[in-house]
Each structure stands twice: as structure tokens, then as C-alpha cells.
């Protein structure tokens, strides 16, 4: 008789200790990242460059536009273009909107052009570059550019003659 009861008794720690919440832990959905190589090697000197660039673009990305760098991490993973980003966010500051409404209009659309007409946005104020550009239905990478030109311009951060040199 004490045996059922030992036996019985240690079930019943058994069924009261699995009804106590276990940690559960989180397996990430992507459970691969761009970049594999993340370290410097001498016998591969630019093995990383990617992975330090993308680095710098977004904490520099997040300084200019007030923004969590995982938040930009995880739309470039999500396969939203980095130079659409810089647009959207660039356009956002400036007019005061939402830069993810204008990326999910512009997810209709091959050019930026399209989304000013949709949204009936005047291109001016972005100035005379940028319009002209804009107009020319020019790629996204070169909108990017002259965004970012301006962002290195206003903050002061290169000089008009060395940002032309950069971009020989």
C-alpha cells in the first residue's frame, strides 16, 4: 500500500511541476543574415566590406531621420530597397508624413514619380535637382543620391566641392 501511494504521490509532482510555466524560447524566423563574414582577415581584406558599410549606412540612416536602426534593419530584410528608404524618409522629413505610407504606395509603383502624382505632391520644394530628376522618371538610386547629397550638405557634414569630389 505505501508504494502505490509513493507512486502516486510522486505522479502528482510530476502533473502539478509540468503545469508550471516553462520559459519558451523564441526560434527567429530568419535564421539567416546577409553578411556571413562580420570579422576582418588579413588574407581576405575585404571579405567584410559589405557588412561594415551596410553597418555604417544604417546608424548613419538613423541619426539623419530619428529612427530605430533595427526598424531599418528589419524593412531592408522585409526586401524594402535601401535607396527607397533614403527617398521615403528624406520626402517624410520634409513633409512632415509618414515614411512607411509613402513605401507602401510606392509598392505599387516602379518609379517615385508615380507616387508624387497619386499623393498630388508638388516636387518643388524639394528643389530644383530633385524635381527635375523626379520628373525624368530617373531610378531610385539617383533620387537616393541626391537626398543623401543634401542630408551630407544641410547637416554640414561635407562642403559643396568635397561632395562633388566624392562623387567623381
Known sequence: ????TRNNMLSSIFFLLSLIPSPVYAIPAITCHC???????????????GYFLATIQNTFFALMF?????????KKQQGIASDDLWIA????????????????????SDVWKDVFTTLHVDSQPFGTCFSKALNTKV??????????????????????ADLAALRQ
Open 1 to 4: 500500500m505505501r508504494l502505490v
Open 35 to 49: 553578411f556571413t563574414d562580420r570579422t576582418y582577415d588579413p588574407g581576405h581584406p575585404v571579405a567584410a566590406d
Open 66 to 74: 530619428s529612427v530605430d536602426k533595427k526598424s531599418i534593419v528589419m
Open 89 to 108: 524618409y528624406w520626402i517624410a522629413a520634409k513633409k512632415r508624413t509618414s515614411a512607411d505610407f509613402l513605401l507602401k504606395v510606392k509598392q505599387s
Open 139 to 160: 531610378s531610385s538610386a539617383t533620387l537616393a543620391e541626391i537626398a543623401v547629397d543634401e542630408l551630407f550638405l544641410r547637416n554640414h557634414i561635407l562642403k559643396d
